[in-house]
């Protein structure tokens, strides 16, 4: 019943009845039986094809997991690291390097991280420079290092601090290194074995590796055996143990090391003393034995 409020519609004996909002009077619209086979065989078709797409994902999945298993298994039985190669150091033998990479013999080639074994060599070996780890299938890795050659040193603290031509710290010692050239520098802030100076100020660094690769790249370097920059604007050279040359600051020292090298040339073997060529347009030599 609808109450006079619109028609309701009903099922009786397979037939769709409509009430009619005053009499109550029933009109029968029949479904026929041929859309009733339709409509039950569409039903079909439906199931049968949710059932066979499940089917097809179960199966999808079955064997992607059992791809994967394999692909595992045979990772870790045909991949394992057999063949280590390590090559480049004077300082350190290959069964020492070697043992710093700390594999066992399950260490597998895929999941063995290059820059984990990075890792281990620079913390076991800071001297290490340059490190390059290549993987070769299926069993093999290729090290290649490079040592860091000591070219400065600093004094601290009673111990000596060898650094390469880039200012990292590689090793310390109770001597001075051999061929290294003393380093006195100012704002240092931190010198730490396997890293580079640490200074004050930012500008610090870059202004003193501008310096010491002029001085590097002129004609007299291999006379120098200290450089003195204690005072950021008053640097002083050694030369051998005859002259001390002051550069001033570190501006256009190239052409007040020529200046210097210039007096040098002029004075006897014997001569010691101090070469001021902080000033380019005059440049002074005073005779002293007091090179401290």
Not at 6 to 16: H, P, Q, R, T
Not at 104 to 124: D, H, P, Q, V, Y
Request: charged share 25%; glycine share 4%.
């Amino acid at each position: 019943m609808n109450n006079g409020k619109g028609s309701d519609f009903l099922f009786e004996n397979g037939k769709i009845v409509r009430l009619e909002n005053d009499d109550e009077e029933k009109s029968s619209l029949s479904i026929s039986s041929d859309t009733q086979s339709r409509r039950a065989l569409e039903s079909y078709r439906e199931t049968r094809a949710r059932k066979t797409a499940i089917k097809r994902t179960l199966a999808v999945c079955i064997i992607f997991a059992v791809v994967l298993i394999l692909v595992t298994v045979a990772v870790f039985i045909f991949f394992k690291i057999n063949n280590v190669s390590i090559t480049g150091s004077e300082k350190y033998t290959e069964a020492e390097l070697y043992s710093a990479l700390k594999l066992s013999k399950s260490s597998n080639l895929f999941f063995t991280s290059a820059g984990t074994l990075e890792s281990r060599l620079r913390n076991a070996y800071p001297s290490l420079e340059e490190i390059s780890i290549k993987k070769q299938l299926p069993d093999k890795l290729v090290i290649t290092v490079t040592d860091g050659v000591g070219e400065y040193y600093l004094k601290i603290g009673g111990d000596c601090y060898t650094l390469t031509d880039k200012l990292k710290v590689i090793e310390h010692s109770a001597t001075a290194p051999p061929g290294c050239v003393e380093l006195l520098t100012c704002d240092l802030s931190s010198a730490v074995i396997g890293q580079i100076l640490q200074f004050k100020t930012t500008t610090h660094y870059n202004y003193l590796c501008g310096l010491l690769k002029e001085i590097k790249e002129h004609s007299a370097a291999e006379h120098i055996t200290r450089i003195d920059m204690s005072e950021k604007f008053n640097v002083k050279l050694k030369y051998d143990d005859r002259f001390i040359i002051i550069l001033g600051d570190a501006d256009k020292a190239t052409v007040k090391m020529n200046l210097a090298k210039n007096i040098i040339s002029t004075l006897s073997d014997d001569d010691k003393g101090i070469i001021d060529a902080s000033d380019i347009e005059k440049c002074s030599f005073r005779k002293t034995k007091d090179l401290n």
